[in-house]
């Protein structure tokens, strides 16, 4: 028997409009962009929502309801569904549609797609809470299994996520950390003793995610008649193919025209055909299935590239630069307990800005250009730091003004009244 | 081939250039018989340069007042210095040197076993043509700069256009040195679009001995401007954004570093902005002394109105020193790790040099991958190109 378990990630960043310093001190509205640029939101969320999300979650709706076998799981950052209650509650609701059959399950991320866990524990456990009440209040339910931004994933992260009560986690089926061992079974992390850790099969993911249109590659065109038949040959060697990729595969990295929607259609009937197939969400295959051995892995390990690791975010000095100051920011902004300033740090934490400063791959020009609506990773970073040189100041600003009330009410003698 | 200035007797990018590509050539397996207008001292084993000597027969050499960036004033001024001490071979203005060397250029031709010529820009254009016509050799007009680009497209010499115009109308293959040129032979020059090749610029790698750092760069952060003070290269956008960046950054010095004619102009603007003490004129500088000019600044502008490539961004990286330059350049189709912005965007300008002068982590990356990237620049590569574009013409393709 083996179960196909299907995890779609769906995010999408506030990114920040082009900032001088010229705004500085004027221009308050970081993420409000409404020009004709690629970091307008609006505009963005909405190109892509035509494109991927409304047109595949029709092709999903129309699979739950001819498949009373066929389930999925979703992972939701908690600043897209923000921007879909603000600009695109068509989205949204379409999305709850989904989840209202009950065979679609919500998974746990931070709120705000960060990459809280390396720089504040206490920040990543906030997220954590925040994006948990946001899908019980969208949703209605409350999520079991726990899934870093990015995969990025370590032994220490394992064990912090079982204490927060959770009972999974999913992770990258790295090669160098499983060794000849399989990702199609489920593993216990080292040093938990309940968690379960769901690990991706990335070469059956990245067959659908990336590589499904590469015309030099030797199994394009990829029909489902063949992809059915690899997953097939997983059984009796494994027993969860765990096919994890970002939602955007569907119509936005895979145009529609290369028949990515064709294929979601008709994949679940094919692969239905062999009696002891099965599809289960993230939840089910903890429940159905034992630990196979341990999963030890302390270094960090990501989905990102080939690298696998958290360099896409953290690989050289204007991201040190920039992340460091934001969370050296942290005990100040909680301080001042305004919830607009402390928003828009948070938004400030997003790991696409970090990405976007990645100059990695740029000389050769490449897929980290294609998703960067800027025009350089050196832009990026100009813009990011004006920003944060405003927040400060308005932090400043804050601290200063409540300090100054706090003296007021002191020097006020009791029983009087404030003119 | 037909040049007009070789190093180390050049006084810009154009000779650079030339001796870049002809040891390109010359590593492409690529034979250059290299003529130039004036007689000097030159020390080159890769290729086979011809003079004309005195009293033979062959007067290759052609014994002339043109240097590059002549324009006919500055001609005129050199003439009139010279002609008293000469003998009174040259001709009344530029043009009459251009027509003389176009006459020379049809028979060193004829007494020269080669397969194509190679020319670069007007000043080669009617020996070029003349060559070619003598022999019915294929020629490739390789186009550095253009009329528009040295006027800032005011006040276009007319005549110049017109032996341009001639010149790449002539030629099998017009080389341009970056699209954005490119695109200006094709739109201004009516020139065949299939014609017109890009074949970008490389830079020279024998490595400079990295002097000491000047005592400036010890207390003050220093922005540097190094180029002709003339129209084309913008120095007066770089003083409007000196200005606005001293409003968020004082602690800085901005270092003029050449000359040209707007020289008066460009010191009267920065005493008229009221920031005279911020700013230093080096004057022009010469070999080590521009290696110590990019060595002590922080940040390299080059915020030209038209660059048809633009080598400076290249030397500086070199140096350790990361660059700004302007969209309006052919370098910036091709480099990557520097910055970038329109040269009319005095606040983009600004802003960008505040952030080089503020983060020291944005001016370590962009020095680090700069220098990294600058190595790809290898004259290697755009000679390879050349000599493709050769085979081509030979075998009747264009």
């Known amino acids: ?419 | 081939m037909f040049g007009w200035e070789f190093p180390p007797h050049n006084s810009g990018g154009l000779g650079t250039a030339c001796l870049g590509l002809t040891r390109g050539l010359s590593n492409n397996n690529a034979e250059v018989i290299f003529v130039l207008p004036k007689k000097v001292d030159l020390n080159v084993d890769f290729i086979k340069i011809v003079f004309g000597e005195d009293g033979a027969k062959r007067k290759y050499f052609v014994n002339s007042l043109i240097q590059a960036y002549s324009t006919e004033d500055l001609y005129n001024q050199r003439l009139s210095a010279e002609e008293l001490k000469k003998r009174g071979i040259y001709g009344a203005n530029i043009y009459d040197e251009v027509d003389r060397y176009g006459e020379i250029g049809a028979d060193i031709a004829l007494s020269e076993d080669f397969d194509v010529i190679h020319a670069h820009d007007w000043l080669t254009s009617k020996a070029a043509v003349a060559a070619k016509k003598a022999t019915g050799k294929k020629l490739i007009l390789h186009i550095h700069a253009t009329e528009f680009d040295r006027s800032g497209s005011n006040g276009v010499n007319q005549h110049v256009y017109e032996i341009e115009k001639m010149g790449m109308e002539n030629a099998d293959v017009v080389v341009a040195v970056s699209n954005f040129t490119r695109k200006k032979i094709i739109e201004n020059y009516g020139i065949d679009p299939n014609k017109v090749k890009v074949v970008h610029n490389a830079i020279e790698f024998e490595n400079y001995a990295l002097d000491q750092i000047h005592d400036i760069r010890k207390t003050k952060k220093v922005v540097l401007f190094l180029g002709r003070l003339t129209l084309q290269k913008g120095p007066d956008y770089f003083v409007q954004a000196a200005k606005k960046v001293l409003e968020h950054y004082p602690d800085v010095v901005f270092v003029v570093a050449g000359s040209g004619d707007m020289e008066k102009q460009t010191i009267r603007q920065v005493a008229n902005e009221g920031i005279a003490d911020k700013f230093i004129f080096a004057g022009f500088l010469r070999g080590k002394d521009t290696q110590a000019a990019y060595q002590m600044a922080d940040l390299y502008v080059m915020p030209s109105v038209s660059e048809p490539f633009g080598l400076t961004p290249l030397e500086s990286l070199k140096c350790d020193t990361p660059v700004l330059i302007s969209h309006q350049s052919g370098v910036s189709e091709v480099l990557n790790h520097c910055l970038k912005t329109d040269f009319w965007d005095i606040d983009d300008m600004a802003n960008k040099i505040v952030a080089v002068l503020k983060h020291k982590e944005l001016k370590e990356c962009l020095k680090n991958n700069g220098k990294e990237e600058v190595k790809k620049f290898n004259w290697n590569e755009p000679a390879k190109r050349c000599v493709d574009l050769y085979d081509e013409v030979l075998k009747g393709e264009k």
């Open chain 1, 1 to 419: 028997m083996v179960s196909l378990c299907f995890y779609f990630q769906v995010h999408q960043p506030f990114r920040i409009r082009k900032y001088s310093i010229f705004d500085i001190g004027k221009q308050k509205d970081y993420f409000g962009d409404n020009s004709e640029n690629d970091t307008n939101n609006i505009k963005v969320l909405k190109k892509v929502a035509s494109k991927c999300y409304l047109p595949a979650n029709n092709v999903l709706l129309e699979l739950l309801n001819k498949h009373p076998e066929f389930k999925i799981s979703f992972s939701f950052s908690g600043v897209f569904l923000e921007q879909c209650e603000k600009y695109a509650p068509e989205v949204l609701k379409s999305f709850q549609e989904l989840v209202k059959t009950g065979r679609v399950e919500i998974l746990s991320e931070t709120y705000h797609h960060s990459l809280a866990f390396l720089y504040s524990k206490g920040e990543f456990r906030e997220q954590i809470r925040l994006h948990k009440e946001l899908i019980q209040r969208l949703f209605g339910v409350t999520p079991k299994v726990f899934r870093n931004t990015e995969l990025i994933y370590n032994n220490e992260l394992a064990r912090e996520i079982e204490a927060m009560g959770y009972s999974g986690i999913i992770a990258e089926g790295a090669d160098h950390i499983l060794g000849w061992r399989s990702p199609n079974f489920v593993y216990r992390p080292r040093g938990t003793k309940k968690l379960k850790v769901l690990l991706k099969n990335y070469k059956l993911s990245d067959d659908v995610a990336f590589r499904f249109s590469e015309k030099s590659w030797k199994e394009h065109p990829l029909t489902v008649p063949k992809y059915v038949q690899w997953l097939n040959a997983v059984n009796g060697c494994g027993d969860t193919i765990n096919l994890f990729m970002d939602y955007e595969t569907f119509g936005e990295h895979q145009w529609e025209d290369t028949g990515i929607f064709n294929f979601l259609r008709h994949l679940p009937e094919e692969f239905l055909l062999h009696p002891d197939n099965n599809f289960k969400t993230p939840s089910e295959v903890i429940n159905s299935y034992p630990e196979r051995g341990e999963f030890d892995c302390h270094n960090f390990v990501s989905w990102a590239d080939i690298e696998r690791d958290v360099s896409a975010w953290l690989g050289n000095e204007i991201q040190h630069a920039a992340i460091n100051r934001v969370y050296k920011m942290g005990q100040k902004v909680l301080s001042t307990k305004n919830e607009e300033l402390i928003d828009k740090w948070r938004k400030m934490q997003t790991s696409d800005h970090y990405y976007y400063m990645c100059t990695k791959w740029f000389s050769d020009g490449d897929v980290h250009k294609y998703f960067n609506p800027y025009n350089s990773p050196y832009d990026a970073f100009i813009s990011f730091m004006n920003v944060l040189h405003d927040l400060e100041l308005d932090i400043e600003k804050e601290i200063k003004q409540r300090t100054q009330n706090i003296k007021v009410t002191i020097n006020q003698p009791e029983g009087t009244f404030i003119k």
